[in-house]
């Protein structure tokens, strides 16, 4: 079954701290994977998209990584600022052949001063 | 360039009544996909659209549908609403269909309250 799990649930941390999200996937052949970042009630922001051969991109202060062997994906936030306080999403493509995408539930950070 | 816009942002309705919701995609972008995003269940695929024809479909029943236009702009609809639909409805837009490694525009959401 395929499935994508994120960890912790939720997180605080102090504004400035170093933090790392973790998301597992069973998705299998996979196509691509995707860490979007959601503000409370507003849509998701897509934050980096890696394909299968890719084990590390950045977009500023995030950091994400892929190992394609171990299905595990990290998503590391540098430095972290009060308006990184939202919920960071995992979304796993599958290889060509079915257009769904597979949503982790996501995990809840919250940045306090 | 203007994003992607979902209308109404809000709305509450009552047990059996039905809804549409609305989302115009980035212009030039042809795939639509609808989303539902509940706490406890996170995104839930629905379906999607491209070039007007519905390319995949998520596993929820025949009470929620949907439709595209010959410009790109979707609809969904839910009949017979039940209290277990009320949750934030979110609707992206992207190029190419959402398999793709093409990137994934979300709307801010229609947040539907069933009472």
């Known amino acids: 079954k395929n499935q994508v799990e994120q960890s912790p649930q939720s997180l605080i941390i102090l504004e400035g701290k170093n933090c790392t999200l973790q998301c597992n996937y069973t998705v299998s052949p996979f196509s691509n994977l995707r860490w979007y970042k959601q503000d409370t009630g507003r849509g998701p922001v897509s934050l980096t998209i890696m394909t299968f051969s890719e084990n590390t991109k950045s977009n500023g202060r995030y950091t994400a990584t892929l190992d394609a062997d171990t299905k595990q994906s990290s998503l590391h936030i540098t430095a972290s600022q009060l308006s990184d306080s939202a919920s960071y999403i995992c979304?796993?493509?599958?290889?060509?052949?079915?257009?769904?995408?597979?949503f982790g539930t996501g995990t809840r950070l919250t940045v306090i001063p | 360039k203007a994003g992607v816009t979902q209308t109404p942002r809000y709305l509450i309705k009552t047990r059996g009544q039905q809804v549409t919701l609305s989302c115009s995609p980035i212009s030039g972008h042809r795939s639509v996909s609808w989303y539902q995003q509940t706490p406890g269940q996170g995104l839930q695929f629905l379906f999607e659209?491209?070039?007007?024809?519905?390319?995949n479909k998520g596993n929820f029943p025949g009470r929620f549908s949907g439709r595209q236009f010959s410009n790109s702009r979707s609809e969904m609809n839910v009949s017979t609403l039940e209290l277990g639909d009320s949750a934030l409805y979110l609707c992206?837009?992207?190029?190419?269909?959402?398999?793709?490694?093409?990137?994934?525009?979300f709307g801010e959401g229609s947040r539907l309250t069933v009472l």
């Open positions: 992206a837009s992207s190029l190419t269909t959402s398999g793709n490694t093409g990137e994934l525009f």
């Open positions: 979304v796993v493509s599958p290889k060509t052949g079915a257009n769904n995408l597979f």
């Open positions: 659209y491209f070039s007007e024809t519905q390319r």
